[in-house]
């Protein structure tokens, strides 16, 4: 999936945090409910005026990013 067609960041919008496209319902939001386990079907009902693919776009957005982390040993 090519997120970056569903996904965008914007200053002026939820203080630059990823989003899907035309709305404020970050990236974050999305993974975390995923992660609590619901449904996709549950939060696009929650949030009618998103897509399946605007959800779907934020997994593989999660793992780009997490892919280019660094991560220090705490001390």
Known sequence: MKWKEHLSTDPKVMLGKPVIKGTRITVELIVERLG??????????????????????????AAYVLRNETVYEAA
């Open 36 to 61: 609590q386990g619901q449904a996709i079907e549950d939060i696009l009902v929650s949030y009618p005026h998103i897509t399946r693919e605007g959800v779907m776009a934020c997994l593989p957005y």
